[in-house]
């Protein structure tokens, strides 16, 4: 009987070596190990034997069906490790196939450079506030030391409604409103920004509708140096750190003195190129110490309290910024120019 | 303003100094200048020779055979001008002479003829277009007859002249005059100014013989001075003259002319000249004109006065325009003998009206409008008056015969070095203050620290601490000003919660997809009224609309932001972007008053536009188009996210698809609408099929109030019920989806829809509706009867509301 076992095993272990496939082996399994599998056939005969050979033979078809029942989970493994492999290739892609696309949009291009802006003086203490667009000729001109038939209105051809209501030709009125707002009573740091008005023909340096930030500093003892130290972080911040700034005399109605700031063209580095034409300086934004007028019309004692005002254009300093060349772009919407401006 | 380099140098000594180099110091000082130009390119060798004869060329009709005395030698000269003459004085090129473009002059041959130099055009000499006077623009230059034989031409032609194009603000009109400039030249250079002079020769003539003064207006003309010139002789002005108000941009016409011209560049005061026989009378009346009165101009244009125009009569009628325009019927002729020349003081904002009315701006209106020097008034009349003695021959009679009340005192500005150093950040000595003022040249008087400045009246616009606070710091330099940062107490600074909410609005929406535009606030008639959300139609909205529109494009402020944002959809459409989503927050402005008194009330409103495909991936067969549901998930993810009750209910809207329309409500409170675009609108605005919503964004932004806490996550398992119900076609599947959250509530957390049917199997006009509904019991595992119980309950509801039944 043992060399019935042995023979057994060892074309089981053949049949095994033989298989496959996974169907074949679970029929090898059956075959050999099932209850009607040639080892059970054998075992049957166990009964016949003396009690002293049983536990020998025993012994012998234990180790056999072992054997073989290794043999066969090691084969399955195998076979079925195979399988996967077949199935995961058979599963392969074309990964340069494009994706699935995500909808993503984005801002305008100014709101961008806007809230830049909002951002760097907000981190300087500054409040971010509003005022309207349609206003009073007080806010927009009288308030700002602009009386009627002062001959500076012509600067600003304005759109107006009525006599005394206008679209306002520039943010400023916002310093007039907040000052009085304050009442003279405490200092205060402000940026404004907003859609302004002019009455200009729209060509690709004129927009009759464009938007400006203007900002204010009203405190006891502001200093000229003070507004020079913010103008230049500013310029720094938005334009490079290797940028330098200039500051010219200037003249606006509401303030006294009045600046006008330039900053080192980064074309040629202030040595004069075709972009700054020659002079080396590119026209950023105009400033100036709070004129007394002005102070006094908000509340304010022009001989306890000082500040300094400065208005640019988000519009300027993204053509600067971006080399966008015509200011209609900011307002034709365009979705290849809005697209442009989307990345991070 | 034109600042001719060589005229300046009359006044205050540039030397040493680039025309380029002068520019940027002047425009570091507060002076922009625009531009430096050069009159003419270099030459060299060209001197004046007089043409002793002109002959036909033998061998060539048009050329000119010359011999031409230039000093030295007789040259024989070849000439192709058309206007070459015997007798002229013209400009020779000799033999070895270089002219612009580096062209030699040589000794040759010209059709067998020797010719030995060349007589050259203005143009030939590197003379730029408008430096050319228009009589010698085609042909050769011819100079007076007294130009000296043998000299170079170039300094008698002003060729070497450089200009300064000064752009001034409206607070520098003292450098409307050469004078002015001198002083602020010299302030920046520290050089003194040499004033011109102002000497008459005596007479025994009086001119008060021959005219008397009278003003009836005397606030619109507090100074009104009369000069009277007799004999004088009508001619050309002096080249140098001619060249020097070339350069400054103003056409010679004759001495008188010219004189006049050239005293009002010099001192920055207009100034007129009558032919004073054409007066026809012996007297001179300012006085505001009658109403309908009338005047020919000289430009030969009769104008109708009112009573807001100044004039100058002869007792009788006008003969002037205050300080804007002469009249023709006492115009200065080659025929005129005798002169009165005025020299007058016109009120600014008169003058500025008669400008406004006639459209007539003029050297002499602009300057009056900007405020001229009272102190220089009668000063420019001598000036005048010394000129014309030398340059036409006159005699000036004794006197001038004036009304004047003109105030000429300075203005004096008090300030002490510490105000100044407090208020630029420096630190300045009085001693360098002071030595500021001298360069300056305004008179002061010192007491220490504290100094007391006389403004000069030249420089009208100084009149308080702060204009002369600029003028130190700016001679000081605002270069040498230190960088500080302001030491006051901090601010806290920030956004507004309102702003903050706005950002937060933008970043969704364009996390979903919608790009930012910017349209103009401005729009036309056919576009007022269109897309106008119903809550403000209510309000009864009144059109507002520009007093003097530019276009018609632009004229009424908007009362809905969707018809220009369709414009920019329409745009890109026409260029091949088919596939759009774009969003844009601004405010509209709501009236009701027909004429308006108040500021209208602006509102924020957020609009959007889509169109094409939303979604588009090729490979993947997968073309989602935009449709109303689309837009609606953008809007239904908006109010999620802000925590904030969206309801929308069918709504007619005017333009807007009549079965594909909503409104959006808030509270119970119309806040917009949604939907499709009307296909007649579409095909208007030459779109495609576009969706659209507009939202009120102040309400959107008062409503939310929700700060974020956290809520317990729930312990006990939720159960998910599914069920569908056979509708009316015409029952709205969130009127069910409502009735199955009432009766729901408070086991069922969700209710959604998750499929729609119709067509086969089911009855005519009938639709299924499947949702999905999720219960949850925050407190306990929900039992399996509770469940069947609230289940049995909205079926028997939506039943008997919506005459539904379940689909099995
Ligand atoms: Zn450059």
Redesign the interface.
């Given at each position: 009987m043992k060399e019935e076992l042995q023979a057994i095993q060892q074309e089981a272990l053949a049949k095994v070596e033989e298989v496959n496939d996974l169907k074949e082996l679970q029929a090898t399994k059956v075959n050999y190990l099932g209850k009607k599998g040639s080892l059970t056939q054998v075992l049957r005969g166990m009964g016949k034997l003396s009690p002293e050979e049983r536990p020998v033979i025993g012994e012998i078809a234990n180790q056999v069906r072992e054997t073989i029942t290794n043999a066969i989970e090691e084969k399955n493994t195998i076979l079925e490790n195979a399988a996967l492999e077949e199935k995961l290739q058979a599963e392969a892609i074309d990964v340069t196939l494009p994706g699935r696309p995500v909808k993503v949009g984005g801002p305008h291009l100014l709101t961008k450079v806007i809230e830049e802006i909002e951002d760097l003086f907000i981190g300087m203490g500054y409040e971010v506030r509003e005022g309207p667009e349609v206003e009073t000729d007080y806010f927009n001109f009288e308030a700002l030391n602009l009386p009627k038939d002062h001959p500076a209105r012509d600067m600003q051809d304005s759109f107006y409604l009525t006599n005394e209501l206008l679209l306002r030709t520039h943010t400023s009125p916002v310093q007039a409103r907040t000052m009085q707002e304050f009442k003279g009573e405490k200092g205060f740091k402000m940026i404004c920004p907003g859609k302004v008005y002019r009455r200009d023909t729209d060509d690709a340096t004129h927009s009759h509708q464009f938007t400006q930030i203007e900002g204010l500093y009203v405190d006891k003892d502001v200093k000229m140096s003070d507004l020079k130290g913010v103008l230049n972080v500013f310029a720094k911040k938005m334009f490079g750190e290797d940028r330098r700034i200039r500051l010219r005399p200037s003249f606006f109605p509401f303030t006294e003195p009045s600046v006008e700031m330039d900053i080192s063209c980064k074309v040629c580095d202030g040595k004069g190129c075709s972009v700054c034409k020659g002079t080396g300086w590119i026209e950023i934004l105009g400033a100036g110490m709070v004129h007394p007028n002005v102070l006094e019309m908000g509340g304010y004692d022009p001989k306890e309290y000082s500040g300094f005002a400065f208005g640019m254009g988000p519009e300027r300093i993204a053509m600067l910024k971006y080399g966008v060349n015509d200011i209609r772009q900011f307002y034709l919407n365009d979705s290849r120019f809005l697209k442009q401006f989307h990345q991070a | 303003m034109l600042v001719s380099l060589n005229w300046l140098k009359e006044y205050v000594d540039i030397d040493g100094i680039s025309p380029e180099e002068l520019a940027?110091k002047v425009?570091?000082?507060?002076i922009?200048v625009d531009n430096v130009e050069y009159i003419a390119e270099e030459s060299s060798n060209v001197v004046i020779g007089h043409v002793k004869s002109c002959e036909k060329h033998p061998n060539a009709d048009k050329l000119n055979l010359c011999q031409v005395d230039v000093g030295e030698e007789t040259l024989q000269i070849i000439c192709g001008a058309p206007n070459v003459r015997q007798g002229q004085k013209v400009a020779v090129a000799k033999p070895g002479a270089v002219l612009p473009g580096n062209f030699k002059i040589k000794r040759a041959k010209l059709r067998g003829v020797e010719s030995n130099g060349m007589i050259c055009s203005l143009s030939e000499l590197g003379f730029s277009e408008k430096h050319i006077p228009k009589e010698f623009a085609e042909g050769i230059f011819v100079f007076p007859e007294d130009a000296p034989v043998g000299e170079n031409v170039q300094p008698i032609l002003n060729a070497t002249d450089a200009i300064l194009e000064f752009d001034l603000?409206?607070?520098?009109a003292d450098c409307l005059s050469m004078l002015g400039v001198a002083y602020e030249v010299g302030a920046l250079l520290d050089k003194p100014v040499k004033l011109p002079s102002e000497e008459i020769k005596a007479s025994n003539e009086k001119a008060e013989d021959y005219i008397s003064v009278k003003v009836e207006s005397e606030e619109l003309n507090p100074y009104y001075g009369a000069f009277v010139i007799k004999d004088v002789e009508i001619k050309p002005s002096p080249l140098w003259m001619q060249n020097y108000l070339l350069a400054a941009g103003i056409r010679p016409i004759n001495n008188v002319v010219d004189i006049t011209n050239y005293v009002l560049l010099e001192y920055g005061q207009p100034l007129h000249a009558f032919d004073y026989d054409r007066l026809n009378s012996k007297e001179i009346v300012v006085r505001t004109a009658k109403q309908d009165e009338k005047i020919v101009t000289l430009d030969d244009v009769e104008r109708t006065l009112t009573a807001e125009n100044l004039v100058i009569t002869n007792g009788q009628v006008p003969v002037a325009l205050a300080g804007v325009m002469g009249g023709a019927n006492s115009e200065v002729t080659s025929k005129t003998k005798n002169i009165l020349l005025e020299a007058a003081f016109f009120n600014?904002?008169s003058v500025?009206k008669t400008v406004k009315a006639t459209g007539l701006r003029s050297e002499s209106s602009t300057r009056f409008?900007?405020g001229i020097d009272p102190n220089r008034v009668k000063r420019a009349g001598l000036r005048a008056c010394h000129l014309l003695e030398q340059y036409a021959a006159g005699t000036v009679l004794d006197g001038v015969v004036e009304f004047d009340v003109l105030d000429r005192t300075e203005k004096k500005v008090e300030m002490d070095t510490k105000t100044i150093n407090?208020?630029?950040?420096?630190e300045i000595d009085s001693d360098e203050i002071a030595t500021i003022l001298e360069r300056l040249q305004f008179d002061y008087e010192r007491n220490d620290e504290n100094f007391v400045v006389s403004a000069p009246t030249r420089r009208g616009d100084i009149t308080?601490?702060?204009?002369m606070?600029?003028e130190v710091?700016?001679i000081y330099g605002?270069?040498n000003?230190?960088?500080?940062?302001?030491?006051?107490?901090?601010?806290?600074?920030?956004?507004?919660k309102n702003?903050t909410l706005r950002?937060a609005v933008?970043n969704y929406?364009?996390?979903?997809?919608?790009?930012?535009?910017?349209?103009?606030?401005?729009t036309s008639e056919a576009y007022i009224q269109k897309l106008v959300s119903q809550e403000i139609k209510d309000l009864n909205p009144q059109p507002?609309?520009?007093?003097?529109?530019?276009s018609e494009d632009?004229k009424y402020?908007r009362l809905s932001i969707l018809p220009e944002l369709l414009k920019?959809l329409s745009?890109?459409l026409a260029?091949n972007?088919a596939n759009?989503?774009?969003?844009e927050i601004?405010?509209i402005?709501i009236t009701d008053e027909k004429?308006?008194?108040?500021?209208?009330h602006?509102q924020l409103r957020l609009s959007g536009a889509v169109t094409g495909k939303?979604?588009?991936?090729l490979?993947?067969q997968?073309n989602k188009k935009v449709d109303f549901y689309v837009v609606k998930g953008i809007v239904e993810g908006l109010f999620e996210h802000l925590e904030l009750p969206l309801a929308v209910e069918q709504a007619q809207l005017p333009d807007m698809h009549p079965g594909r329309t909503a409104s959006l409500l808030l509270h119970d409170k119309v806040i917009g609408f949604i939907g499709q675009l009307h296909p007649l609108l579409e095909k208007e605005m030459d779109l495609k099929e576009t969706y659209v919503f507009d939202i009120n964004m102040e309400a959107v932004l008062e409503a939310h109030e929700h700060v974020p806490s956290y809520t317990q996550i729930p312990r006990y398992p939720s159960v998910t019920r599914d069920i569908a119900f056979i509708l009316d076609e015409k029952v709205n599947a969130g009127d069910v989806k409502a009735t199955i959250e009432e009766i729901g509530a408070p086991l069922v957390k969700q209710v959604q829809v998750f499929d729609l049917y119709k067509g086969e199997n089911l009855p005519e006009g009938k639709k299924s509706v499947a949702y999905s509904l999720l219960y949850q019991d925050p407190e306990k595992t929900l039992v399996d009867e509770e469940v069947e119980k609230s289940y049995q309950s909205i079926i028997e509801a939506v039943n008997e509301k919506h005459q539904a039944y379940v689909r099995s």
């Open positions: - | 940027e425009t570091k000082s507060g922009e603000t409206p607070n520098r600014s904002i500025r409008e900007k407090a208020r630029l950040g420096t308080i601490f702060e204009d606070l600029e710091a700016r605002y270069d000003l230190p960088y500080t940062l302001p030491t006051g107490a901090g601010t806290a600074g920030g956004l507004t702003q950002r933008k929406l364009e996390g979903v997809g919608l790009m930012e535009t910017r349209t103009y606030s401005l507002i609309s520009l007093a003097m529109p530019m632009h402020l920019t745009y890109n260029r972007q759009l989503a774009y969003y601004g405010s402005f004429e308006l008194t108040k500021q209208p602006e939303w979604l588009e991936h490979w993947q997968e």
